[in-house]
């Protein structure tokens, strides 16, 4: 009697339907709460660097912001490559959400384009009625700016090649490729450091220089930003933490990497040879 109740209460649990998903159920985190506090730190740190308040103590949000970049980054690893945790499902939702950003950063250079075109097109008495400005000497596009276009055009190919090696399971040319990526974006980030030095206006020269300043401040910001992602994806492929398959975190940055090569391309044009 004791054996048959056994049974029949393994044959109950066997019967029972486990509710399952294919989205992956994340643990309660501390590093949402930890960014959202160093963020803080670090617009306070730029408020005052803009008022000319000493900031010195407040560098606690710069390692707050490295501490969970790490973190973070770190715990993602863990769940997709070594826990299985990123189905087919949740890579779709990461891919939606990173289109999703993509458009708001797009927005953003849009807003900035706009405040351009509308100082442009229409120049105020303030400015001279003219544009640029009566003062501002433009930098010459046919020389350092057309090499950095020339770099970020290289790199674009350059990182797609090294994907494309991926792919095929070629990982000594796909690394390659990809240092050779993040050396083209050094020399490109160098290239814009010394063509604000030689500038002879500054973003506070009127709207042509906070525009100039913004749009192209921005973008360098953004260069950075994509070759820190770029350098994350070389580790991960020295470590072979990335297949031939599954390495949706290398596609991310190589669609990064192409926005931000989009953006310059319309930097160029509209700016340095339309704006001059």
Not at 22 to 33: E, L, N
Not at 167 to 187: E, P, Q, R, Y
Not at 231 to 252: M, N, P
Request: charged share 10%.
């Amino acid at each position: 009697m004791i054996q048959n109740t056994g049974i029949k209460k393994l044959s109950f649990y066997h019967r029972r339907k486990i509710p399952r998903t294919p989205f992956h159920i994340v643990d309660p985190s501390p590093w949402p709460v930890l960014m959202s506090i160093g963020l803080w730190g670090l617009a306070t740190i730029f408020i005052c660097w803009v008022n000319k308040v000493d900031y010195g103590h407040l560098f606690w949000g710069v390692l707050i912001v490295a501490m969970t970049v790490y973190g973070w980054a770190r715990d993602i690893v863990n769940e997709s490559t070594f826990q299985g945790f990123h189905t087919k499902k949740v890579q779709m939702g990461i891919s939606l959400g990173f289109i999703l950003f993509l458009i708001s950063e797009l927005m953003l250079f849009f807003s900035f384009f706009w405040a351009f075109f509308h100082s442009s097109m229409s120049p105020s008495v303030e400015i001279g009625c003219c544009w640029p400005p009566v003062g501002i000497e433009c930098l010459d596009w046919s020389k350092a700016l057309l090499h950095n276009t020339a770099l970020l055009v290289a790199s674009s190919c350059t990182v797609t090649s090294s994907h494309k090696y991926l792919k095929d399971g070629n990982f000594t040319h796909a690394v390659a490729l990809l240092i050779m990526t993040v050396f083209l974006s050094g020399f490109f980030v160098k290239n814009q450091y010394d063509e604000y030095s030689w500038a002879s206006f500054s973003i506070a020269d009127g709207v042509y220089g906070s525009a100039f300043f913004m749009l192209t401040g921005l973008h360098g910001m953004h260069v950075i930003g994509g070759t820190c992602g770029l350098l994350y994806s070389l580790v991960r492929l020295l470590l072979r933490q990335y297949s031939t398959r599954r390495h949706l975190g290398y596609v991310l940055a190589i669609w990064y990497w192409h926005f931000v090569d989009i953006v310059w391309l319309a930097l160029f044009f509209i700016i340095y040879i339309w704006g001059s």
